[in-house]
């Protein structure tokens, strides 16, 4: 089935120990975005890709970047995680940016920071 | 700008009630709207969508329809089961945003046998 993976599905890291995590796609979507969902709470667009062109959400700390070396696989670093960051990161992806365009999102990673 | 504003949990229901989750919203323009549903440990599923005024979104049971005029998108389903159990985020994609979803807070629905 065509489907979101992300990896790993529980991860724990240090207080500003660099971490990344991952998310592919076999749906060959345009978009693919990055949310973070605190507990209890909705999820956040950290930042979304079309294609190779980069969308950085005016919020998002610089402590988070991405990457996208192709079209299936999405990477998000937390370059020095601190507690607040801890959190579950949800992968999505989308055929397109017109409004109707329902995303599909993966299982997410918590993040645990120590 | 634009927000999505939702009914706070937790509503608990006894099996076959009857479910209704409010969801309001300010946007310009027609934005599209929809409902996902996130189960305990999982990411979010898109339970329906309506991109129009007047359209209405259903699924497995649930119905909400798109009414521009008192800016809602109330989510309904007339006998939960337990297996409904989960939470529900209202959100909406704005004209012109790249598809990128505004969600509401999310409302926790537990369904009790």
């Known amino acids: 089935d065509a489907m979101v993976i992300q990896n790993p599905r529980y991860q724990v890291t240090q207080f500003g120990k660099p971490v990344t995590l991952s998310c592919s796609q076999t749906?060959?979507?345009?978009?693919m975005y990055w949310y973070q969902q605190k507990s209890s709470q909705a999820p956040k667009l950290l930042f979304h890709y079309y294609d190779k062109d980069f969308n950085n959400e005016a919020d998002t700390p610089d402590n988070f970047q991405s990457r996208r070396p192709n079209t299936s696989f999405c990477f998000l670093d937390i370059r020095s995680p601190g507690l607040g960051d801890a959190a579950m990161y949800l992968c999505a992806t989308s055929s397109g940016t017109s409004g109707g365009n329902e995303q599909f999102f993966g299982p997410g990673t918590r993040l645990t920071v120590l | 700008g634009n927000s999505v504003t939702q009914m706070e949990g937790p509503v608990t229901l006894s099996e076959e009630a009857f479910l209704t989750i409010n969801c309001t919203y300010t946007?310009?323009?027609?934005?599209?709207l929809f409902w996902y549903v996130q189960y305990p440990g999982e990411g979010l599923q898109l339970l329906l969508k309506a991109t129009k005024a007047d359209d209405k979104g259903s699924n497995k049971g649930f119905e909400a329809t798109y009414r521009k005029e008192t800016t809602s998108f109330h989510l309904e389903k007339g006998s939960v089961q337990v297996s409904d159990s989960a939470v529900y985020f209202c959100a909406l994609s704005a004209t012109d945003s790249w598809g990128k979803l505004q969600f509401g807070a999310g409302t926790q629905v537990v369904v009790t046998p």
């Open positions: 749906l060959n979507h345009n978009v």
């Open positions: 946007a310009t323009g027609y934005p599209s």
